[in-house]
């Protein structure tokens, strides 16, 4: 119904329509929506919409330096025919975790231009997701056990997403 919860960093458009969040590019830089509370261990389920072929994720345990830049854990969603959606990227920091280079059934799990369903485990060191029911990545990871929730609109200027139907259920 509102942003209520959520707070936004860098310049893309946030808002409410249609009983989704939607991330717009604004200027073009990168671009988060993140809560407004920290999350240890849960099962987040949404639903990912990509309207443009822009690159997007979601952060998770992740937190926010003193310059404002964003850093953690992210789940890609990547629309492109790389396709790694689901892998997990270290945000402003270590780069590629847990890619999905060899993983043909992951690659091939996610959906562009329609709806696609992302759950997401947090439980101890271990982060696990799946696109529309298919295991994409699983990886044990000391560095952060908690940290906001956050939703990315990547750099640029051909990005806007939707996520609906958001599922949180702690630990």
Known sequence: RDLGGWRAIGDARWSVDEG???????????????????????????????????????????????????????????????????????EARRGWLDDLEGDEAARAAFRPGGWNHFRIECRGPRIRTWVNGVACADLVDELDREGFIGLQVHSGRDTRVRWRNFVLREL
């Open 20 to 90: 989704c969040i939607l991330g717009q590019v604004g200027g073009g830089s990168q671009s988060f929506l993140v809560s407004e509370r920290s999350f240890a261990d849960f099962v987040l389920e949404v639903e990912v919409e990509n309207e443009r072929p822009g690159n997007s994720g979601i952060q998770v345990r992740s937190h926010q330096r003193e310059d404002q830049r964003v850093f953690g854990y992210q789940v890609e969603i990547d629309p492109s025919a790389r396709a790694w959606s689901g892998g997990i990227y270290d």
